[in-house]
């Protein structure tokens, strides 16, 4: 018996010459009826008859001093109630899962990444997104300041970077550029612009 590898070039005709059954023949065979076996039992399950209604809520939002009565589905996320329900699309969506703070908004004068938190939960709250920092015509002091020291590149991340800025000035932790670093830390720049972000908050500080 010649010691031939699998793949060779005369291993099928070694097989066919010897009148067995190759193994790959084999198991092509029997995976083609198993599939065969399952096919109609998968086909014989009934189609469930209708889904679960959702549940809804009233909810009501004060959003950018505007007030929102909305009638909602108990699972929407804040960030997509603002981007969908409301038409606030300043507000990013980026990972959906709590670790970027594209979606950084302010929640009762608290910033929160609005991607994990269910607006159902929140009724009555004041919320502020980047839309509501302009004020008549005017830009707020944060958003001058990272157009001035170019804290921005593609710029997807600015409105949760300039949001949570706005709340670590609030809370007292812009004392530093360490200190900007280490409260701000939640929000990551993919384009690494960093050093124009500590600037333009640094200097936000000053100014409000």
């Keep these: 018996m010649t010691n031939q590898e699998p793949f060779a070039a005369g291993a099928a005709e070694t097989e066919s010459t010897r009148g067995g059954v190759s193994r790959r023949s084999l198991l092509l065979t029997v995976g083609g009826a198993a ?5 109609p ?3 014989a399950q009934p189609a469930s008859e209708s889904k679960p209604a959702a549940s809804t809520a009233r909810v009501r939002l004060n959003v950018n001093g505007t007030r929102q009565e909305l009638d909602l589905d108990t ?14 699309t300043g507000t990013k969506k980026g990972c ?3 670790a970027c703070g594209a979606c950084t908004i302010l929640l009762n004068g608290r910033r929160v990444v609005s991607c994990l938190t269910l607006a159902a939960m929140h009724d009555g709250a004041t919320v502020e997104t980047i839309e509501g920092l302009e004020k008549n015509g005017e ?5 001058s300041a990272f157009v001035e020291h170019d804290g921005l590149q593609c710029g997807f991340c600015t409105p949760g970077q300039i949001m949570s800025a706005v709340g670590c000035i609030a809370e007292g932790h812009a004392g530093s550029p360490d200190d900007i670093r280490f409260w701000m830390s939640g929000n990551i720049c993919r384009c690494g ?3 124009g972000i500590v600037a333009a908050v640094a200097d936000a500080a000053k100014r409000v």
Excluded: C
């Design 139 to 143: 830009l707020h002091p944060l958003q």
């Design 75 to 88: 699972r929407q996320s804040l960030l997509d109630v603002l981007r969908e329900d409301l038409g606030l």
């Design 35 to 39: 599939s065969m076996a399952v096919v």
């Design 193 to 195: 612009a960093y050093p």
């Design 41 to 43: 039992q998968v086909a």
């Design 96 to 98: 959906n899962q709590g």
